[in-house]
């Protein structure tokens, strides 16, 4: 039986790597931006100050996180269109 795993060419694997450190990048973002958004909320419904640190990044770590997968995705079907 074989390995039907398709082999990466060496020339596009440099490019997957940044494929892969973008999407980790992005969900790691996204991970860290949901956890502040619901420690304000919970913070907010507890009725106690809300750290400004959390603040900062529930408003910039979900939208960053956006923009790179979205940056991931065209990136993808720019690739797609090419092969």
């Not at 060419?9 to 440099?14: D, G, T």
């Not at 100050?49 to 770590?61: I, N, R, S």
């Given at each position: 039986?074989?390995?039907?795993?398709?082999?990466?060419?060496?020339?596009?694997?440099?490019?997957?790597?940044?494929?892969?450190?973008?999407?980790?990048?992005?969900?790691?973002?996204?991970?860290?931006?949901?956890?502040?958004?619901?420690?304000?909320?919970?913070?907010?419904?507890?009725?106690?100050?809300?750290?400004?640190?959390?603040?900062?990044?529930?408003?910039?770590?979900?939208?960053?996180?956006?923009?790179?997968?979205a940056?991931?995705?065209?990136?993808?079907?720019?690739?797609?269109?090419?092969?």
């Amino acid at each position: 039986m074989t390995n039907s795993s398709p082999e990466i060419a060496p020339e596009h694997a440099p490019q997957d790597r940044i494929l892969r450190a973008g999407t980790v990048a992005a969900v790691v973002l996204a991970a860290i931006g949901l956890t502040s958004l619901v420690a304000v909320l919970i913070s907010a419904a507890v009725g106690v100050q809300v750290w400004p640190g959390l603040l900062l990044l529930a408003y910039t770590c979900l939208p960053v996180a956006f923009i790179v997968l979205a940056a991931m995705v065209v990136v993808g079907l720019v690739r797609r269109r090419r092969h």
